[in-house]
């Protein structure tokens, strides 16, 4: 089994780092793309999924969620909403970190210097999307309790990735990177945490 573990892992990584790969290698070719095709009705569109997109909206879904499995007396539910807080979380917070120790300008920033510059202002903090990292973790999580559930739900953060790239704020490997570093946060609070507790609790389903 450990094999296994270890095989998946690896297969993991590969293929999210050939993802991050490709997605480099076609930023300018998608960005491109998009400012050929803007206008102002979608541009306003997608500022609005962007801002709703944003961390303090998942925030105030999880723990609304959270409060109604409380409510309701599922303690399996809590368990899932809250390691969908917690591994958004870690994301947001291992995002940021790369961004103020790799500051780069995000598309409509008009420079020449696209990787480094000023670490605390957010017109250099394009790597990775934090938007997309966050909602990413918080939504993989709920798709590993609940893959159905989950596999629904993965059109928001696709849909925030793509609001974010629109409206000139990261570029394509920002959003893929996010996206994987989303995913990698979610696998280990669910290994770590969400899973060692399930074994702990009886499994009541309600």
């Not at 998942?58 to 409060?67: C, F």
């Not at 790369?98 to 780069?104: A, E, F, G, L, Y």
């Not at 074994?199 to 389903?205: A, L, N, S, T, V």
Request: proline share 4%.
């Amino acid at each position: 089994m450990k094999r296994c573990a270890v095989l998946y892992w690896l297969i993991g990584i590969a293929i999210a780092a050939i993802a991050i790969a490709a997605a480099f290698y076609f930023d300018d070719t998608v960005w491109d793309f998009i400012r050929q095709h803007q206008n102002r009705a979608m541009r306003s569109f997608m500022r609005g999924v962007s801002l709703v997109g944003d961390w303090p909206s998942h925030i105030a879904v999880g723990l609304i969620l959270l409060g109604i499995a409380w409510k309701r007396g599922n303690k399996r539910w809590m368990r899932i909403f809250l390691a969908m807080l917690v591994a958004m979380s870690v994301a947001g917070i291992a995002g940021q970190v790369i961004k103020r120790s790799v500051p780069r300008a995000r598309p409509s920033v008009k420079s020449e210097l696209h990787w480094g510059g000023p670490r605390f202002s957010s017109k250099y903090h394009s790597f990775p999307s934090g938007h997309v990292g966050a909602s990413t973790a918080f939504f993989c999580v709920l798709f590993f309790a609940r893959r159905r559930i989950g596999l629904a739900c993965f059109s928001i953060p696709i849909l925030i990735g793509v609001s974010r790239m629109y409206i000139g704020a990261h570029y394509l490997s920002d959003v893929v990177s996010a996206a994987a570093l989303g995913i990698f946060c979610a696998l280990l609070v669910t290994h770590f945490f969400l899973r060692p507790i399930e074994k702990r609790q009886p499994q009541i389903e309600n």
